[in-house]
């Protein structure tokens, strides 16, 4: 078993940290994984993206041009890669930030608007981790119970506000997939 | 039977290559000197350039290494760094310092690096026979300035003494000269004080020495000698730009 | 034992601080850039150095000043600045000076982009500067080995008294993989040679210049007689499914781990094909794509690159086998691409 999920959106959206909280939660949960992120615009406030892989086998390569699963946060992210996703993939959208429908057939689409619901939690800086609390619920990539395990482990260091902060996003997106997808 | 001359335990018993008149033999036994007397022989690890003194590791009877052109204050840096209670000292010419290493010495002395520059200008290219130095007066003559060196093609020569007595990081900044015994003596004085300020760790130091080249200048020996002081002094001025005293 | 996620840059620079390396000097360049921040926060705890240089040049020269007190130095850098660093890269390799220098490449030439590419593979295996030399270059393949070859790197560069090159695609530097930190033992050698004080022996010189004609060709000699040693000692490749193969892939680095892939897929189209790794650029190992040539019909290189390492390929393959190319610059070409790539010459050549 091996799915390679691409995050994509615009530098400061968090999609590169919401790739590695995934890729540490992966490891922890003792699969085989990697994050390759796009290097350099991210420094400039153009568009970032990253690649997870999760295997149960080793690891051959880390780099695919099909994705099984593609997060998108923001409205360029859908143009660039909709037709990348692997056929009857999954495309995870913020409906928030992209404003016309995918024009795929075969792909599951999942929408949420991410930004729309952080701001109604009063927690802003959250989005990504609303969107990744809500796909991981719907996939089972990783067990829910298990990444709320691993939250002090991966954010180590920082203040217990932050953990929290996160927590509270993280299980607001589980609640949402677990009502509405 | 008395000693009254002798050579420095920290000169090896080899000839000098260098030319008849050149001064840079007074100057290799000059550094000699400090090193005995200090007793920093064994401690000492020293930096030739490329140009004349190029074979010095021939002379000093300490560790040597020979350098890329213009890199001894980069490689003197990571000696230093990584051995801080070994003196280093790297022996530079014109073309080596103030031309293809100005980048290295301008950065040495701005990290405040404890080392000591022993800068020999003596205005023209000597190894490569006779080229336009970054320190070649206005006017002289040269097989790459054959007209004389003008302003408005060549531009001006490099006073390094003054530029880098600028640098926060140099901690003693001296030009002097070796064209008589006086200027000798008080070269010296220099070399020792900047040796003892590396030692002491308050930064940078650099003894700049005006020296004769007579083969290239077209001279004989007692005139080159005098041509330094006429010609030389009056636009390089000799004395001390940068102290920081040993407490 | 437990695993730590980590960035192949970080990975490589805790690999050079466990084998007990003493100094980084550097200049900042994408995408290499987090080794020289990793070393710039961990060496002032630990009583390390880390100067950031003025210019690729000085960083050099500091290497070889600092590898010649005897101390275990490193620098790193992405192709722009390892041109520049060849001058003194070729007086540290006639000096026989023990260093790692680190090349996180992108694409060429000139300033080229940042994104990872192959396209320095001449530089590195060719010497890169002026004068007959060589370097030990090893290339990871995962940031594992990013760690593991940094530790190794070392200890190349100790025996032979001879710097050694990383050489790692963009990619390798930036990606992130779960590493296990390992604390092998580390030989430490005697560097009688090392110019750190002369006290109780004969002054150490480290020179480069032989103005003696038979002296140069002595050197000369001394060197490639060194690097024959090395040559039949250190050639180091991995065999993918080979035995059987009418097709043999070849790729290093993180590419080799793409065109594993795309072999494995080609395998479950019935494809008789196969994949060679080089780990070892230089000394490049000839024997194992020269036994392979007995018994394919083709070789297919595959490279970030217009095509560098595929001539070593044909010189290990002396006209016995066609060679064929595949490679991008700018962009790694992904495990689709290199199967259709596959696919194509197969089909071609009714394999």
Redesign the interface.
């Known amino acids: 078993m091996e799915t390679q999920i691409l995050f994509a959106g615009f530098g400061g959206q968090g999609v590169l940290s919401m790739g590695q909280f995934l890729t540490y939660a992966a490891m922890e949960a003792g699969k085989n994984v990697s994050w390759v992120p796009s290097y350099g615009a991210e420094m400039r406030g153009g568009t970032a993206n990253c690649l997870v892989t999760i295997a149960d086998e080793e690891i051959s390569s880390p780099i695919t041009e099909n994705p099984v699963t593609a997060v998108i946060m923001n409205g360029p992210s859908l143009d660039k890669f909709e037709s990348k996703v692997m056929p009857n993939g999954i495309l995870v959208l913020n409906s928030s930030m992209v404003d016309r429908k995918p024009h795929r057939q075969d792909l599951q689409v999942l929408e949420l608007p991410v930004n729309q619901i952080a701001e109604e939690i009063n927690n802003p800086r959250g989005a990504n981790m609303i969107l990744l609390g809500a796909y991981l619920q719907k996939t089972g990539v990783v067990e829910i119970e298990k990444v709320l395990e691993y939250f002090e482990k991966i954010f180590k260091g920082k203040k217990p506000s932050i953990i929290e902060n996160n927590k509270e996003a993280f299980m607001t997106g589980v609640e949402y997939a677990r009502q509405k997808w | 039977m008395k000693v009254v001359a002798k050579r420095p335990e920290s000169l090896k018993d080899n000839k000098f290559h260098y030319c008849p008149g050149c001064t840079h033999g007074i100057i290799h036994r000059l550094v000699a000197e400090c090193l005995d007397e200090l007793s920093l022989r064994e401690s000492a690890i020293g930096i030739c350039p490329v140009g004349c003194a190029v074979l010095a590791y021939d002379y000093f009877n300490c560790d040597m290494l020979e350098a890329a052109h213009g890199r001894a204050p980069a490689i003197a840096t990571g000696i230093k760094r990584l051995l801080p209670d070994r003196t280093v000292f790297t022996y530079q010419g014109d073309g080596d310092l103030a031309s293809i290493g100005m980048g290295e010495i301008i950065h040495a002395s701005l990290r405040g690096e404890k080392i000591t520059v022993i800068f020999v200008n003596n205005a023209i290219y000597g190894m490569t026979g006779g080229q336009m130095a970054p320190t070649t007066l206005l006017g002289q003559v040269t097989t790459t300035s054959p007209y004389g060196r003008k302003k408005e093609w060549e531009g001006y020569p490099a006073k390094m003494a003054e530029l880098l007595a600028q640098s926060e990081g140099s901690a003693y900044i001296c030009r002097t000269s070796v064209h008589n015994p006086a200027n000798i003596l008080k070269t010296k004085k220099a070399i020792m004080k900047a040796l003892k300020i590396q030692q002491a760790g308050l930064g940078f130091t650099m003894v700049e020495i005006l020296s004769t080249c007579p083969t290239n200048w077209g001279l004989g020996p007692l005139e080159a000698l005098e041509w330094l002081e006429y010609n030389m002094i009056p636009y390089y001025p000799l004395g001390e730009l940068k102290v920081k005293e040993v407490e | 034992m437990e695993?730590i996620?980590m960035k192949g840059n970080e990975a490589l620079a805790e690999g050079a601080i466990i084998a007990g390396c003493?100094?980084f000097?550097g200049y900042p360049i994408?995408?290499s850039s987090e080794i020289a921040e990793y070393m710039a926060r961990k060496f002032p705890k630990i009583d390390g150095?880390f100067?950031q240089?003025?210019?690729e040049?000085?960083?050099i020269?500091?290497?070889?000043?600092?590898?010649?007190?005897g101390?275990r130095?490193m620098t790193a850098s992405s192709g722009p600045g390892i041109s520049l660093k060849q001058?003194?890269i070729s007086?540290i390799a006639e000096?026989e000076l023990p260093c790692l220098i680190v090349n996180v490449s992108r694409g060429g030439p000139g300033l080229g982009g940042?994104?990872p590419a192959q396209s320095d593979y001449f530089q590195a295996t060719r010497g890169g500067g002026h004068g007959d030399y060589r370097l030990i270059v090893l290339a990871p393949s995962g940031v594992q080995e990013m760690m593991d070859f940094a530790i190794e790197g070392f200890d190349l560069a100790d025996r032979y008294r001879t710097p050694v090159m990383i050489m790692a695609e963009?990619?390798l530097g930036?990606?992130?993989?779960?590493i296990i930190v390992r604390e092998p033992v580390i030989q430490f050698y005697d560097k009688p040679w090392a110019?750190?004080?002369?006290?109780?022996r004969e002054?150490?010189?480290?020179?480069?210049?032989h103005l003696s004609a038979d002296y140069l060709e002595e050197r000369n000699h001394h060197l490639q007689k060194k690097y024959d040693a090395i040559a039949s000692r250190e050639k180091r490749a991995e065999s993918y499914l080979t035995e059987d193969a009418d097709l043999v892939v070849v790729a290093f680095g993180?590419m080799a781990?793409?065109a594993?892939?795309?072999v494995?897929e080609a395998r479950k189209s019935g494809i008789k094909v196969g994949l060679i790794r080089p780990i070892t650029l230089w000394p490049f190992p000839d024997a194992e794509i020269s036994k392979a040539a007995q018994t394919t019909k083709r070789f297919l290189s595959v490279e970030i690159s217009m095509g560098q390492m595929i001539e070593d390929i044909r010189l290990a393959v002396a006209g016995r086998v066609p060679v064929d190319f595949f490679g991008r610059i700018g962009i790694?070409p992904?495990?689709?691409?290199v199967f259709r790539a596959i696919m194509q010459v197969a089909e071609r050549e009714g394999i």
């Open positions: 695993k996620l003493k100094a000097f994408t995408p150095v100067v240089a003025e210019s040049l000085a960083a020269n500091m290497v070889y000043g600092g590898a010649a007190t101390h130095v001058e003194g007086f000096a940042i994104q963009g990619t930036q990606m992130m993989e779960p110019t750190n004080g002369c006290q109780g002054p150490n010189i480290v020179n480069t210049l993180l781990r793409i594993k892939k795309a494995m790694t992904n495990p689709e691409e």
